[in-house]
């Protein structure tokens, strides 16, 4: 299984950015997804989770603000950011799970594969 993550960059405040995650060997439509980030010297943080009946959930900091979906055609994740703030800036890496307790979906450990990550930075 691999994930691809595209789509970051460097905006300023206050813009947008949309990323994708493509994965291989697993499908979008039968697995628990979702999008974490990592800033230098932090813990990955959940941003947002999608489960296999498209409902979401969201960490605080992003509600609003934040969209998480999947284009089940396309087999790709996306994440869209609008409002970004420089405390959004980080290494966003796509997670993906087939046994994810839903309850725990933004423990990193309930996912078992992960993307490289794909950085955005708001200045």
């Known amino acids: 299984v691999q994930l691809v993550e595209s789509g970051g960059g460097s905006v300023q405040t206050g813009g947008s950015l949309r990323l994708s995650c493509a994965p291989s060997g697993l499908s979008v439509s039968d697995s628990s997804m979702a999008w974490f980030r990592q800033s230098p010297g932090k813990e990955p943080e959940a941003v947002a989770a999608i489960r296999r009946d498209d409902l979401t959930a969201y960490t605080d900091s992003v509600k609003g603000r934040f969209a998480i979906s999947r284009d089940t055609a396309k087999r790709t994740l996306y994440l869209k950011m609008d409002f970004l703030k420089p405390e959004d800036t980080g290494m966003y890496f796509c997670?993906?799970?087939?046994?994810?307790?839903?309850?725990?979906?933004?423990?990193?450990?309930?996912?078992?594969?992960w993307g490289q990550g794909t950085q955005v930075t708001v200045s």
């Open positions: 997670a993906a799970g087939t046994e994810v307790r839903w309850n725990r979906r933004l423990v990193a450990r309930e996912y078992d594969y």
